[in-house]
């Protein structure tokens, strides 16, 4: 094959400067498709990973068997999870006990809140009465949780809470660089 182009370049009388630009831009050409082909599967994984990191969701990974939430820039994770099918961003706080809801986004998300007296929580901000409710259905990537108990209030504000009575759920849990790693 190679004395076949090389004759037909020789019959034209190419000059060999040109000949081998040409040969190596065809060389990088069959290389770089071969990269491609050999690696579609690394895109692939990086494609999902960068739009999942744009659309603020966790990274699943090992077959769904962990989720990986990179750290914000504020230094916190946080994480757009559903709730009862609606998209509600949540900050994983170790330091705090239950999960919590703003009473916005428990009344979009159709949280029931139990009947009876508030409950006293104490926040970073101070002391908040709020009320008791479950959440149907939380889903956070792979990990799911049904009739999960919350607290809601109007005090949260728009910062949703899955504290440690979420983390405890897990298997397992840690921070991995600046990856926080949940397993199932």
């Known amino acids: 094959m190679l004395v076949l182009v090389g004759s037909a370049l020789a019959a034209r009388r190419v000059p060999w400067g040109q000949t081998a630009k040409m040969a190596a ?24 990973h960068v739009a999942a990191k744009s659309r603020g969701e966790g990274i699943a990974t090992d077959g769904g068997k962990a989720l990986r939430i990179g750290r914000r820039e504020d230094g916190h994770f946080w ?6 099918g609606e998209t509600i961003d949540f900050l994983i706080d170790s330091g705090a006990s239950v999960t919590s809801l703003g009473a916005a986004d428990a009344a979009r998300a159709h949280v ?8 006293p929580v ?3 901000n101070g ?12 889903e956070l990537g792979p990990i799911r949780r049904a009739h999960w108990p919350v607290h809601v209030a109007a005090a949260f504000g728009r910062t949703n809470v899955l504290g440690m009575d ?19």
């Open 25 to 48: 831009a065809w060389a990088l050409i069959f290389a770089a498709a071969f990269v491609g082909f050999s690696l579609k599967d690394e895109f692939m994984a990086l494609g999902r």
């Open 79 to 84: 994480i757009a999870g559903r709730v009862n």
């Open 112 to 119: 029931v809140i139990a009947g009876g007296p508030p409950v």
């Open 122 to 124: 104490e926040t970073a």
């Open 127 to 138: 002391m908040v009465l709020a009320g008791s409710g479950t959440i149907d259905r939380l």
């Open 166 to 184: 979420f983390l405890s759920s897990l298997s397992a849990w840690g921070v991995e660089g600046g990856t926080l790693v949940l397993r199932p």
